[in-house]
């Protein structure tokens, strides 16, 4: 009977410690995620949207313990009496999701937001503890933005994108008022460039989003698809119009083998939600999804149990 619950003990204890695995998480060192972004000045004219989101995970804490931080700035076109540079366009948004970040988690600030004066250039790194699950960049402002993972490729970083083209007037449009929804391009174009291959251009003109869409996977060949689905949920604010749910598709680049690439749209009638998705590897994984090495871990356990008994009592018989 002694030995029977021995054997129940270690089974029961070897199962809790299996099912603690999942949750158990290295702190994440400060820096590991890294997003540079690089400005331009706007080209459309008016004050238009610019915004930039950064949804982190507290790497040793759990699925549960998560956060955004979300900067929205309007920047001047070339034709407003102060317009916005490239420089100013990188510190103003450096600015407010800075601010964000102060207001949503004042206590550890997860992330660090650096912009240097003078300089079109964003960077954007995890601070200890904290791992980056995703980053948002929603433009209308039709400027050229680049993105990089610096010393690293985003296929190495395991970093996926998508652009998800979008029509400006769903941001301008209001409901009741005068006039009617654009439901395509109205003439332009749209450049995509990763390191320095050859620049992808293509005439929007008369042109659905998706159609375009469609084009851009179609250009990208084995590095780009047309996607019906999400790369993750869009962030949506019911009461505002620069937060839209996701439309009818995006071109996706699961696995681009560049050290950054460049979104340039030059078609006032569109806007850009380019989104990059992070490995965010602290995730805590669930029981189901391990059942195979909980089972490995119990049997494993159990036989050498009953082996280390075994061998107590031949040396007990002997």
Do not use: C, W
């Amino acid at each position: 009977m002694k030995n029977k619950n021995k054997v129940l003990f270690t089974a029961s204890a070897l199962f809790a410690s299996a099912l603690s695995i999942p949750s158990l998480s290295m702190a994440m060192p400060a820096g590991q995620d890294h997003m540079r972004i690089i400005t331009s000045q706007p080209k459309k004219e008016g004050q238009q949207p610019f915004s930039l989101m950064v949804n982190l995970r507290e790497s040793t804490k759990g699925s549960d313990h998560t956060g955004r931080a979300n900067g929205l700035v309007f920047l001047n076109g070339p034709s407003h009496k102060q317009p916005t540079s490239a420089a100013e366009a990188a510190r103003k948004i450096a600015t407010a999701v800075n601010s964000a970040l102060s207001y949503e988690s004042p206590r550890d600030r997860a992330a660090l937001v650096e912009y240097t004066k003078g300089e079109p250039e964003i960077n954007i790194t995890n601070k200890e503890g904290f791992d980056f699950i995703y980053t948002t960049y929603r433009d209308y402002t039709n400027q050229k933005v680049i993105f990089s993972v610096p010393g690293t490729t985003f296929s190495n970083a395991k970093v996926k994108i998508s652009i998800n083209l979008v029509y400006s007037a769903k941001v301008e449009y209001l409901p009741g008022t005068p006039g009617s929804l654009v439901t395509s391009a109205s003439g332009g174009k749209i450049t995509v460039q990763a390191d320095n291959d050859k620049a992808i251009v293509i005439d929007t003109g008369g042109k659905t989003i998706v159609a375009l869409e469609k084009e851009l996977a179609n250009a990208l060949g084995s590095e780009g698809i047309f996607s019906k689905s999400s790369l993750y949920q869009n962030y949506v604010e019911k009461d505002s119009r620069n937060y839209k749910p996701f439309d009818q598709g995006e071109t996706q680049l699961l696995s681009l083998n560049a050290q950054q690439i460049s979104i340039d749209i030059d078609d006032p009638s569109l806007g850009v939600i380019a989104k990059f998705a992070f490995p965010d590897e602290n995730k805590p994984a669930d029981v189901a999804n391990n059942a195979p090495i909980i089972a490995g871990i119990i049997i494993a356990g159990f036989l050498g149990f009953v082996a280390y008994n075994n061998y107590r009592k031949k040396e007990e018989e002997a």
